[in-house]
């Protein structure tokens, strides 16, 4: 037994090695960043791990961000006060050099996740409570568009052409499709029960949408507008949430909160063909520019699971604020 632990530990410490020397650009850069929604604050965490620093908040955050040159991130914030009528509601822009907001942003009531375009010109957010997406302009920092979608929306994914946004609605159970040329909703389709998040795969042929209450992952052809296919996760049971895609487009791997695992999905069989044990209740998930390491938030125990993704398994877990929820990585390194 002693010498399997020894294994164990040893295999542990070489996939921590590989980590850093595949993302590290220096373990005081900020790499990760995570939204504690229970704490009210983000965790910025290092290229190897590591906690660097806290940055507190004045209201609930949720749906976060790098911007491109990974030196500033956008928090999504929803004021819990009662009858607060949306006072705290918006997107924040924090310096992480200065650790503080330089800016907030206008976003519509109560934003839950929002999604930036290529050129970071636009920011496109989901609306809960109201029944919209709103498109902020963030040269001018004001609302471009409220756009009516789906009840109650809630992912937001940007294509990696910046052409079009698709907003999941969760009691609807559809997709709005979001034509960024003209700011209109040129289509919706039906998915399965309370979809949640949404991500295009990097060659923009797919869209990829999880259904918490229906266990499936939809993938909807981006040039027909249709659903073309649906995986069940987990045997009926995953309850998926956030869902990352590898930089190849050869794999999703979708975060089920209510089985603390992460279901791998080869997009080309259209098969789940792996699950990962991580944190509980993982929620956000992203995976590096590489494609060799998968980052979870995990809600229910407080900490982020980091994945090596070809051994599929997790190589650490780092504790962070209460609640965490979403998760962002900057485009450094590999």
């Given at each position: 037994?002693k ?7 040893l295999?542990?410490?070489a ?8 993302v ?6 900020p790499?990760a960043?995570?939204s504690n929604e ?15 620093y806290?940055i507190p908040?004045p ?7 790098f911007?491109?040159?990974?030196k ?12 607060a ?7 924040v ?8 907001i330089?800016?907030?942003i206008?976003?519509?009531t109560?934003?839950?996740a929002?999604?930036l ?7 496109y957010?989901?609306?809960?409570d109201a029944?919209t997406a709103?498109?902020t ?6 609302i471009a568009?409220?756009?009516v ?8 994914a940007?294509s ?20 960024t040329k003209t700011?209109?909703v040129?289509?919706?389709?039906l ?7 949404a ?7 797919f869209a ?15 040039g027909?507008?249709?659903v073309?296919?649906?995986?069940t996760l987990q045997r009926g049971?995953g309850?998926?949430v ?12 979708v975060?089920n909160?209510a089985?603390?695992?992460v279901s ?6 259209r098969?789940e063909?792996?699950?990962i ?5 993982p ?13 979870t938030a ?5 900490d982020?699971s980091?994945i090596?993704v070809?051994a ?11 609640k965490?929820?979403?998760?962002a990585?900057?485009r450094?390194?590999?």
């Amino acid at each position: 037994m002693k010498v399997i632990h020894r294994r164990a530990a040893l295999f542990r410490a070489a996939m921590m090695i590989g980590l850093t020397a595949s993302v590290a650009r220096g373990q005081t850069t900020p790499y990760a960043v995570v939204s504690n929604e229970g704490s009210h604050d983000i965790t910025v965490l290092g290229a190897a791990g590591n906690l660097l620093y806290t940055i507190p908040l004045p209201n609930r955050p949720r749906g976060i961000a790098f911007s491109r040159d990974g030196k500033r991130v956008f928090v999504a914030l929803s004021d819990e006060r009662p009858n607060a009528l949306g006072s705290g509601d918006g997107i924040v822009e924090i310096d992480l050099k200065l650790r503080r907001i330089i800016r907030s942003i206008p976003a519509g009531t109560d934003p839950e996740a929002f999604a930036l375009t290529p050129n970071e010109r636009t920011l496109y957010s989901s609306n809960e409570d109201a029944g919209t997406a709103s498109a902020t302009d963030l040269r001018s920092g004001k609302i471009a568009a409220a756009l009516v979608v789906g009840i109650e929306p809630e992912g937001v994914a940007v294509s990696p052409d910046g052409h079009w946004v698709y907003v999941t609605a969760e009691t609807s159970n559809s997709v709005s499709m979001i034509d960024t040329k003209t700011n209109r909703v040129v289509a919706n389709v039906l998915v399965d029960s309370r979809p949640r998040g949404a991500a295009f795969t990097p060659d923009g042929r797919f869209a990829l949408v999880t259904a918490e209450i229906g266990s499936t992952l939809s993938v909807i052809d981006v040039g027909s507008r249709s659903v073309v296919g649906g995986i069940t996760l987990q045997r009926g049971h995953g309850k998926p949430v956030g869902v990352a895609v590898s930089p190849d487009s050869r794999f999703a791997f979708v975060a089920n909160g209510a089985t603390h695992r992460v279901s791998v999905v080869d997009l080309r069989s259209r098969q789940e063909v792996g699950e990962i044990p991580v944190g509980r209740r993982p929620w956000g998930v992203a995976i590096s520019r590489d494609g060799k390491f998968l980052y979870t938030a995990n809600g229910g125990s407080n900490d982020v699971s980091i994945i090596d993704v070809s051994a599929r398994r997790v190589v650490a877990t780092i504790k962070v604020g209460a609640k965490p929820w979403g998760i962002a990585l900057a485009r450094l390194g590999g």
